[in-house]
């Protein structure tokens, strides 16, 4: 499994196909907007306990010893790490709430891994560098606008509510954003590229929004 692979398992085509529908009839949006401070729940979410899968149905087995994180393009410190040196970083860890763009919203989920501002501090991204793309074992992408990853609460995730990640939830590591509708998080993350022009991932290009704000229902673009 690699990165160029295609993240669509025989037989999603069909899932893929709706949810492309579902964006152009502009489903599930209410028109509201809310703001963080006042409200816990964005617009047109509910709430669940349990904790979906989401994906296209390719779930990469990524064995420790052969995982990798780059990072590359618009950076002064290439990063190619290991697990051992990726591990060997210092930790963070974040309680944080996240929303998924199909609706369902899930509370207080503990998030441990390595903080997107130790992994910027160490890779240097030059001036020229405004945006950033994350590519997945699993072969899928999306895409962020520098600012957007530069947060203190943003990981690179190895652990979930204190146990390690299961592969299902995009282990051995993923992105979390919790500001930002949940697609936005690649699961089986491996390269962090970053880039002087924006280029739409694997849902952006298929009608999803570019920002993915939930508090103005950034849901279809
Ligand atoms: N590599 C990869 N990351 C991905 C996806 C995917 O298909 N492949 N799906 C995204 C979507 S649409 C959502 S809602 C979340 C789901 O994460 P979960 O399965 O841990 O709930 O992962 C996001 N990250
Ligand atoms: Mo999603």
Redesign the pocket.
């Known amino acids: 499994m690699d990165e160029t692979a295609n993240?669509i398992a025989p037989g999603r085509e069909k899932l893929v196909a709706r949810k492309q529908e579902w964006a152009r009839d502009g489903r599930l949006l209410t028109g509201r907007t809310a703001r963080p401070e006042e409200e816990r729940l964005p617009p047109g979410q509910r709430l669940v306990s349990d904790?979906?899968?989401?994906?296209?149905g390719v779930q990469p087995d990524v064995a420790r010893d052969r995982w990798r994180l780059r990072l590359e393009g618009l950076v002064s410190n290439r990063l190619a790490l290991d697990w051992e040196a990726f591990c060997a970083l210092p930790q963070a860890e974040w309680l944080n709430d996240i929303h998924?763009?199909?609706a369902w919203s899930r509370y207080d989920n503990v998030w441990r891994g390595v903080g997107a501002m130790t992994l910027l501090e160490m890779a240097q991204p030059r001036r020229e560098a405004t945006h950033i793309v994350f590519h997945?074992y699993?072969g899928?992408t999306?895409n962020v606008p520098l600012e957007a990853f530069a947060r203190p609460e943003n990981l690179v995730a190895t652990h979930w509510n204190d146990a390690p990640l299961e592969r299902?939830?995009?282990g051995p590591a993923r992105i979390v954003i919790p500001h930002l509708y949940?697609?936005k998080?690649?699961?089986?993350v491996t390269r962090i590229e970053f880039r002087a022009e924006d280029q739409p991932g694997f849902?952006e290009v298929r009608g999803y929004h570019n920002n993915a704000d939930p508090w103005t229902e950034e849901r279809y673009g």
């Not at 904790?51 to 296209?56: E, G, K, R, S």
């Not at 998080?185 to 089986?188: D, G, M, P, T």
């Open positions: 993240p904790f979906p899968v989401l994906d296209l998924c763009v199909t997945s699993d899928y999306t299902v939830h995009g949940f697609w998080s690649a699961k089986w849902w």
